[in-house]
C-alpha cells in the first residue's frame, strides 16, 4: 500500500528536480542582458530601446545583416520540424534545439551548401522524423496512405452493415409489445 505512494512521491519529485535542473540550466546558458547604449540626441527613446536589445516585443531580430541569406534560412527552416515540439517547424520554435538547428542552417547556407544537402544531413542525423513533410517510401506508407485506407474501411462497413438491415423482415424493426 506504502509502495505506491511511495513510488508516486519519487517520481513527483524527480519530476519537480528535473523541471527545476531545466529551468536553471536554462537561466545559466541565457546571456547577461546587454548594457544601455546611450542614443544620440536626434534618436528616440523608443529607437534607443530597440538598438540597446536583442528582441523587441518578443519578436527576434535578423541573426544575419543578409536578408537574402536570412529569407533562405527561413524557407528552409520551414522544411524542418522540430524536435522539440515536434508539431512545429525549426522557424516557429523558439526551443533551444530549434535555435540552434536554424543557426547551423545559417552557417551551413554560409559555407556554400545546397539546400538539399542540408536536408539530407538533418535526415541522416535526426531520420525522416525531422522532415516536417516525409518521403513517401515503404517506412512511411502508414503515414501517407493509412487516413486513405481507413476511410475505405469505414465506407465499406457502412455499407455491409446498411446492406445487411435492408435484407431483414419488417417484423425485426416493430417494437415489441409491452407484457404486463
Not at 500500500?1 to 529551468?23: K, P, Q, T, Y
Not at 525549426?90 to 545559417?106: H, T, Y
Not at 522532415?131 to 503515414?143: F, G, H, Q
Request: aromatic content about 6%; some cysteine.
Amino acid at each position: 500500500m506504502f509502495s505506491g505512494h511511495r513510488s508516486r512521491w519519487v517520481a513527483l519529485s524527480l519530476g519537480a528536480a528535473l523541471a527545476w535542473g531545466a529551468s536553471a540550466s536554462a537561466a545559466a546558458q541565457t546571456p547577461p542582458a546587454a548594457p544601455a547604449v546611450a542614443a544620440p540626441p536626434t534618436v528616440s527613446a523608443a529607437t534607443a530601446a530597440t538598438a540597446a536589445t536583442p528582441a523587441v516585443a518578443g519578436l527576434a531580430l535578423p541573426a544575419s545583416p543578409d536578408p537574402a541569406l536570412e529569407a533562405r534560412v527561413m524557407k528552409l527552416s520551414a522544411e524542418l520540424r522540430c524536435l522539440v515540439c515536434q508539431n512545429q517547424t525549426i522557424a516557429d520554435s523558439n526551443a533551444g534545439l530549434a535555435v540552434d538547428l536554424r543557426n547551423q542552417v545559417r552557417e551551413m547556407l554560409k559555407r556554400g551548401d545546397t539546400p538539399e544537402q542540408i536536408t539530407d544531413y538533418m535526415t541522416a542525423r535526426y531520420g525522416d522524423f525531422v522532415l516536417y513533410r516525409p518521403p513517401v517510401k515503404s517506412s512511411t506508407a502508414v503515414l501517407w496512405y493509412g487516413p486513405a485506407a481507413l476511410l475505405v474501411l469505414a465506407v465499406v462497413v457502412l455499407l455491409l452493415i446498411v446492406r445487411r438491415r435492408t435484407r431483414l423482415p419488417p417484423e425485426r424493426f416493430e417494437p415489441e409489445p409491452d407484457t404486463p
